[in-house]
């Protein structure tokens, strides 16, 4: 401390804003180098490869035998990286800046010309960034089921994408949570119930209101049957006899879901499923003869497919005409009517851009009001 | 907005956090070139002001200045001016000393290059060159504390605010601090220090500002610090011809009683009229054996303030 060293080549400090791109990449290193030299990070990793590995190798066994091998093992290895993507996402994000402001680390940033959106930013793709991680982790299993083929690259590469794009969101909600908390332990609670909110919440609440638009139908259901004058005393057709189609109309309350699907919208497996544009089977290449059972191959969805499945029929409403084929063909893909998925990630863009907007003015300094218990510094 | 004086310039802030008023009125002069220290008890809102003049807080009431601009509407103007170390050591565990200095230069809007040079120079400044590769948990807290410190340079700031930097610091760090600070002064920085330690001021310390109960309650320089009624003790052998020596000067003294070993303490108005006593006693035969100021400048101000300590 004896000799005080002026700056190498004095030159008056610049006050101009700093460049977007540079600042951000600088929180970004500042926040991957202590990910990177921490324990924690590698730890989660390695959880997350066993987890995912053991489930896979869980599914293998089980739907070994069925048809669709591939396509249903990718399904759910894409709905398993997503559901644990949206419990480790929060855990990354959501201590990112309350995290720095207990440590102390916070204050020192905010004195240095860096803009809180800057910052925000920085945090926001470090955390993305380290998620993506556990995305990248998995890759090995998915490719895996990629190879065992019934998956176009168009769907996994849409698969992936939107993957990338929900933990992008479930990060930049517990980043925009954690400026505006006080304290990280009640961020990451906070961000794990929005996360929820969206997962879980989205289907209660959708369950709850199929109530809301109970109307009573008259529905016409078909079905194939025996003639009566062919049934003997016992109740066996003669091995003569022809099936034929009957029809047969009764009233029941039905809820019209295509009103109130939209609730759905923003869960984060919808988003995923209902943007994915599954290759369905030609319209009677399964089930569907009137005689006897069908030896093609059934159409079976894998998990992200079901749902997509399920949002459409919801989407379409209830179905007051079944016709002989459909009852005969179990289940029948839907085609894609309005895609639902851009209506979820718009309210998903929305939350998480508004409390990131809300966060960026808490930090914005000097502050003039502080939450309560807030200490600067 | 701006005006040519540099240094800080505070008129009448105020500040409160919910009902509890922090600062309730402070008036606070910092020239450039000069130490200015800022003294007062725990909770008198010295943490509070250094926070208004980093541009960390708003005040409620009253103008500040600091290098010729306003903090709430031109922050970058000002942070891009200030050093600011904070009471509290905020530490990046992994990160290394280096990397730390260049981090914080880069988001100064320093070039690479010259970030890392400037980080190497202060590492030698500080004295933490054998840590600049270590990752900050290992240095101990004075070590930390100096690392703060050059923090608070990298950007070579005209004007430097340091809450309590000489905490945790070891006697020999402290004298480096010290000359380190006069330096800094010497080449126009304007410094201010929030300390504790009030015999450390007493020498970095060109002026000084009291704080007490959120309001600026003196200000005065370290001249006129020591040219203020003082008291001295006085140790001689024995004191029972101190006392009678004393007395028949007409000087008044009380017995100190927080001392292991007895002394006087006489009230003296100006250095000349203790040079005078010391020099009228031993013409008098009394053996004395010790004379000297009782605390330090700003220390004998802080009590004679009578502010009541929390």
Same mark, same amino acid.
């Given at each position: 401390?004896?000799?005080?060293?002026?700056?190498?080549?004095?030159?008056?400090?610049?006050?101009?804003?700093?460049?977007?791109?540079?600042?951000?990449?600088?929180?970004?290193?500042?926040?991957?180098?202590?990910?990177?030299?921490?324990?924690?990070?590698?730890?989660?990793?390695?959880?997350?490869?066993?987890?995912?590995?053991?489930?896979?190798?869980?599914?293998?066994?089980?739907?070994?035998?069925?048809?669709?091998?591939?396509?249903?093992?990718?399904?759910?290895?894409?709905?398993?990286?997503?559901?644990?993507?949206?419990?480790?996402?929060?855990?990354?994000?959501?201590?990112?800046?309350?995290?720095?402001?207990?440590?102390?680390?916070?204050?020192?940033?905010?004195?240095?010309?860096?803009?809180?959106?800057?910052?925000?930013?920085?945090?926001?793709?470090?955390?993305?960034?380290?998620?993506?991680?556990?995305?990248?982790?998995?890759?090995?299993?998915?490719?895996?089921?990629?190879?065992?083929?019934?998956?176009?690259?168009?769907?996994?590469?849409?698969?992936?994408?939107?993957?990338?794009?929900?933990?992008?969101?479930?990060?930049?909600?517990?980043?925009?949570?954690?400026?505006?908390?006080?304290?990280?332990?009640?961020?990451?609670?906070?961000?794990?119930?929005?996360?929820?909110?969206?997962?879980?919440?989205?289907?209660?609440?959708?369950?709850?209101?199929?109530?809301?638009?109970?109307?009573?139908?008259?529905?016409?259901?078909?079905?194939?049957?025996?003639?009566?004058?062919?049934?003997?005393?016992?109740?066996?057709?003669?091995?003569?006899?022809?099936?034929?189609?009957?029809?047969?109309?009764?009233?029941?309350?039905?809820?019209?879901?295509?009103?109130?699907?939209?609730?759905?919208?923003?869960?984060?497996?919808?988003?995923?499923?209902?943007?994915?544009?599954?290759?369905?089977?030609?319209?009677?290449?399964?089930?569907?003869?009137?005689?006897?059972?069908?030896?093609?191959?059934?159409?079976?969805?894998?998990?992200?497919?079901?749902?997509?499945?399920?949002?459409?029929?919801?989407?379409?409403?209830?179905?007051?005409?079944?016709?002989?084929?459909?009852?005969?063909?179990?289940?029948?893909?839907?085609?894609?009517?309005?895609?639902?998925?851009?209506?979820?990630?718009?309210?998903?863009?929305?939350?998480?851009?508004?409390?990131?907007?809300?966060?960026?003015?808490?930090?914005?300094?000097?502050?003039?009001?502080?939450?309560?218990?807030?200490?600067?510094? | 907005?701006?005006?040519?004086?540099?240094?800080?310039?505070?008129?009448?802030?105020?500040?409160?956090?919910?009902?509890?008023?922090?600062?309730?009125?402070?008036?606070?002069?910092?020239?450039?070139?000069?130490?200015?220290?800022?003294?007062?008890?725990?909770?008198? &809102?010295?943490?509070?002001?250094?926070?208004? %003049?980093?541009?960390? #807080? !708003?005040? /409620?009431?009253? $103008?500040?200045? *600091?290098?010729?601009?306003?903090?709430?509407?031109?922050?970058?103007?000002?942070?891009?001016?200030?050093?600011?170390?904070?009471?509290?050591?905020?530490?990046?565990?992994?990160?290394?000393?280096?990397?730390?200095?260049?981090?914080?230069?880069?988001?100064?809007?320093?070039?690479?290059?010259?970030?890392?040079?400037?980080?190497?120079?202060?590492?030698?400044?500080?004295?933490?060159?054998?840590?600049?590769?270590?990752?900050?948990?290992?240095?101990?807290?004075?070590?930390?504390?100096?690392?703060?410190?050059?923090?608070?340079?990298?950007?070579?700031?005209?004007?430097?605010?340091?809450?309590?930097?000489?905490?945790?610091?070891?006697? &020999?760090?402290?004298?480096?601090?010290?000359? %380190?600070?006069?330096? #800094? !002064?010497? /080449?126009?920085? $304007?410094?201010? *220090?929030?300390?504790?330690?009030?015999?450390?001021?007493?020498?970095?310390?060109?002026?000084?500002?009291?704080?007490?109960?959120?309001?600026?309650?003196?200000?005065?320089?370290?001249?006129?610090?020591?040219?203020?009624?003082?008291?001295?003790?006085?140790?001689?052998?024995?004191?029972?011809?101190?006392?009678?020596?004393?007395?028949?000067?007409?000087?008044?003294?009380?017995?100190?009683?927080?001392?292991?070993?007895?002394?006087?303490?006489?009230?003296?108005?100006?250095?000349?009229?203790?040079?005078?006593?010391?020099?009228?006693?031993?013409?008098?035969?009394?053996?004395?054996?010790?004379?000297?100021?009782?605390?330090?400048?700003?220390?004998?101000?802080?009590?004679?303030?009578?502010?009541?300590?929390?």
């Amino acid at each position: 401390m004896s000799t005080v060293t002026e700056p190498s080549s004095p030159q008056p400090v610049r006050t101009a804003a700093l460049p977007f791109r540079s600042a951000v990449r600088t929180i970004f290193v500042l926040e991957m180098k202590q990910r990177l030299r921490g324990k924690g990070w590698y730890w989660m990793l390695g959880i997350w490869f066993v987890v995912i590995g053991f489930i896979f190798v869980l599914g293998t066994g089980v739907i070994g035998t069925m048809d669709n091998q591939g396509g249903i093992l990718f399904d759910l290895i894409v709905g398993f990286v997503l559901l644990f993507g949206l419990l480790v996402a929060p855990g990354l994000s959501a201590n990112a800046v309350n995290g720095d402001r207990a440590g102390g680390t916070l204050a020192i940033l905010q004195v240095t010309l860096i803009t809180p959106g800057q910052l925000l930013a920085g945090k926001w793709l470090a955390s993305w960034v380290g998620s993506l991680a556990f995305l990248v982790l998995s890759c090995p299993f998915i490719f895996w089921a990629l190879a065992l083929g019934g998956v176009n690259l168009q769907e996994a590469l849409v698969s992936l994408v939107m993957l990338a794009v929900e933990l992008g969101v479930a990060c930049a909600i517990g980043v925009g949570v954690s400026s505006l908390a006080t304290r990280p332990l009640f961020s990451i609670v906070s961000t794990y119930m929005l996360v929820a909110l969206l997962a879980v919440g989205t289907v209660i609440v959708f369950g709850l209101s199929t109530l809301l638009v109970m109307e009573e139908r008259t529905v016409r259901s078909s079905y194939y049957t025996y003639p009566e004058s062919s049934i003997d005393s016992l109740g066996v057709p003669a091995p003569d006899a022809e099936m034929e189609c009957v029809a047969q109309t009764y009233t029941t309350d039905l809820p019209d879901t295509q009103y109130i699907t939209w609730i759905l919208a923003a869960n984060p497996f919808v988003v995923v499923a209902d943007a994915v544009p599954y290759t369905l089977p030609e319209p009677g290449s399964t089930g569907g003869q009137p005689m006897g059972y069908s030896t093609g191959p059934f159409y079976t969805p894998g998990v992200m497919e079901t749902i997509s499945q399920g949002v459409r029929s919801a989407q379409a409403g209830p179905d007051l005409e079944v016709t002989c084929e459909e009852s005969m063909g179990g289940v029948q893909p839907l085609p894609q009517g309005v895609p639902i998925w851009p209506l979820g990630l718009g309210i998903q863009l929305l939350l998480a851009g508004g409390l990131l907007l809300i966060g960026r003015r808490r930090l914005t300094m000097p502050a003039r009001r502080l939450t309560q218990g807030t200490r600067i510094a | 907005m701006t005006n040519d004086y540099g240094g800080i310039v505070v008129e009448g802030v105020a500040r409160s956090f919910g009902t509890v008023q922090a600062i309730r009125d402070i008036d606070f002069e910092a020239p450039p070139g000069e130490v200015t220290a800022l003294i007062g008890p725990n909770g008198s &809102g010295k943490t509070t002001l250094m926070l208004i %003049l980093a541009s960390l #807080l !708003a005040p /409620d009431l009253g $103008t500040v200045r *600091v290098a010729g601009f306003d903090p709430v509407s031109h922050p970058a103007e000002v942070r891009s001016r200030v050093g600011w170390m904070p009471d509290t050591l905020g530490v990046w565990d992994s990160l290394t000393s280096l990397e730390v200095l260049k981090t914080l230069g880069a988001l100064y809007g320093m070039s690479a290059a010259d970030s890392a040079r400037r980080a190497e120079e202060l590492l030698v400044s500080v004295n933490l060159t054998e840590f600049g590769r270590q990752p900050a948990r290992v240095l101990s807290r004075g070590q930390q504390q100096r690392l703060s410190l050059a923090r608070a340079l990298i950007h070579d700031p005209a004007v430097l605010l340091l809450d309590e930097p000489a905490s945790g610091l070891d006697p &020999g760090s402290r004298v480096e601090l010290r000359s %380190l600070l006069r330096s #800094l !002064a010497a /080449d126009g920085k $304007t410094i201010v *220090v929030s300390s504790h330690v009030l015999s450390e001021l007493d020498e970095i310390a060109d002026r000084a500002v009291f704080v007490s109960r959120g309001q600026s309650v003196k200000s005065q320089t370290l001249d006129e610090a020591g040219s203020q009624t003082r008291r001295y003790y006085v140790q001689a052998e024995p004191m029972s011809a101190l006392a009678e020596a004393l007395s028949s000067y007409g000087v008044r003294f009380e017995t100190r009683g927080d001392s292991r070993r007895e002394e006087f303490l006489v009230q003296l108005g100006s250095t000349a009229e203790a040079s005078w006593l010391l020099r009228t006693l031993v013409m008098s035969d009394v053996v004395v054996t010790a004379f000297a100021p009782a605390g330090g400048a700003l220390e004998e101000t802080y009590m004679s303030l009578d502010t009541d300590r929390r």
